[in-house]
DNA sequence: ACCATCGCCGTG
DNA sequence: CACGGCGATGGT
């Protein structure tokens, strides 16, 4: 049955905490795995990963840290296959779709500021915030995944208490000791006001509406998305306007937008207003990126 | 056409800005309002909010605000009536919908530890994370809105800088001159995955899943919402399984539910599956507060 | 039981 | 400092 996953912090460890190496982390707990970056199960989510500055591409802004996927490798560590959703892989996906927090530890890395000076560092909680998948040069595929920092937003009164261990009884009926609360984000971007206005809030994919005692309620979905790395543009052009429902389902890759503005993966196409037409290439950078159904597991050999 | 609302920071305002008092605030626009605590337009939204200990049960913690709504008093300023959702009040309601963030300025208050020496200042920016109604020991009610502060996360690279006016020259066909993303917010406690199996990510309401290619998605509605105010358990029995759009609608208060569970302002009522029964003191408090249509706007006299 | 892995400690 | 081999543990 292995060892217990558990979510968030640890009752023993502190943010900031340092170890020395992988063991000195299998101890206490606080990262699982005796040699891989990524602690968890395929069904139940990833509890911690661990940034080392192993894959080049990686990126560290402190509170934004882009993350690349485990796999793709043979024996001598040369890619030579796509990456699958497999693994640990699959498990941050998981914690993606159960809002799930995973603990971050950075490892020594002279090349990244955020990285301590030596051995490993627990830095807290990151939800995972959204994930893709890239074609490196050699063509071979990689799962990326977008990790946010949790700033603890007064939201349950902490009982963690760092002078007294033995902290965090809550006594609830959970399958998890510690007490955690995610968020998913829907981002805003200061058109997105205009351009529902437009489509009077009717969703573009199934026409629909949300009507609220205070007025209509839709939301605006970037088509490549606001931030590093894909630093989509803030315009009419890269927004569609969506229901709550298919908001989740694009960012998700459930579907994705043909050039003639079918979908794919659903059916159906996207509706459009004069004075509105999504970019061709920003369409493209989606299906890409997050139309999942592209992306064939390889086949041997 | 009045003052121009602009949503966000000004590139003349840096957060911890001081002013002697509201006709410094109304002449560099922090708060362009001449009295009133809440400025912007009902149909727009508001763009600032002060913070002065006026209403007794306001809280504030810092990072979470309880702000409560304007109007209900006589011309003594004694509550005659209840508030109503408009003015200022149906303003919050827009920065809601729209995900709009609000400035907040503290103004002076020895009860308030947040509140400066003297003066107003200028404290960043928040979102509005919901709205409710209260019923106060006269009877009379109050709309009450929480809002959470915006910590910066890293999307779009900031162009503002301190040292140099004249920023922001984003050049993009935007209404507002200041670049904003907020954030919708939807949170999901450690208990949340068990009940969603439980309803294998069946919608309670519409009995539809959302099927990614890793997994079923569906959310986790509290009844009673967690944190302060409401402080609402993380119990199965204060859960709901939901789909997106109509988590969006339970939170809005578009729909509540009966006792019988049958659900008021949609047509329909909640499946449940054994071992599974939302509490009926929960479901009452998600009727009184969040479900709009209990609150008439009340007759004059 | 087998497999995969952002380690770890040697050599050049 | 690069590279290669050894290798334990949890996941499947």
Chains 1, 2 share one sequence.
């Not at 979510?7 to 023993?12: N, Q, S, T």
Request: glycine share 10%; with cysteine.
């Amino acid at each position: 049955m292995a060892t217990e996953i558990i979510f968030g912090h640890l009752e023993d460890v502190s943010v900031g905490d340092s170890f020395v190496n992988y063991k000195a982390m299998n101890k206490v707990g606080v990262h699982r795995s005796s040699m891989g970056g990524i602690s968890g199960r395929a069904k139940d989510g990833a509890d911690s990963v661990v940034i080392s500055g192993g894959y080049e591409n990686d990126s560290d802004q402190g509170d934004v840290i882009v993350y690349t996927g485990q796999g793709g490798r043979n024996k001598g560590g040369k890619h030579d296959k796509d990456q699958t959703l497999t693994l640990g892989n699959a498990a941050l996906v998981q914690n993606l779709l159960n809002a799930q927090p995973v603990r971050v530890i950075r490892g020594e890395d002279r090349k990244n500021s955020f990285a301590p000076a030596s051995g490993y560092r627990y830095d807290g909680l990151y939800r995972v915030e959204s994930y893709w998948s890239e074609k490196r040069v050699d063509g071979f595929a990689i799962w990326r995944f977008r990790l946010e920092q949790l700033v603890a937003t007064n939201t349950i009164p902490q009982p963690i208490k760092k002078s007294s261990k033995k902290a965090i009884p809550l006594g609830n009926p959970s399958p998890e000791r510690v007490e955690t609360t995610v968020q998913r984000v829907v981002r805003d971007s200061a058109l997105s006001k205009s351009l529902k206005l437009h489509y009077q809030h009717l969703c573009q994919v199934c026409d629909t509406t949300i009507e609220t005692n205070s007025g209509p309620y839709a939301e605006a979905a970037h088509i490549t998305p606001l931030g590093a790395p894909h630093n989509g543009p803030d315009i009419w052009e890269n927004i569609l306007c969506l229901c709550p429902n298919h908001h989740v389902m694009f960012d998700l890759g459930v579907f994705s937008v043909a050039d003639d503005l079918s979908l794919l993966g659903i059916t159906g196409l996207i509706t459009t207003e004069e004075g509105h037409a999504p970019s061709l290439v920003h369409l493209e950078y989606h299906r890409n990126h997050y139309y999942k159904k592209l992306i064939q597991p390889l086949d041997k050999g």
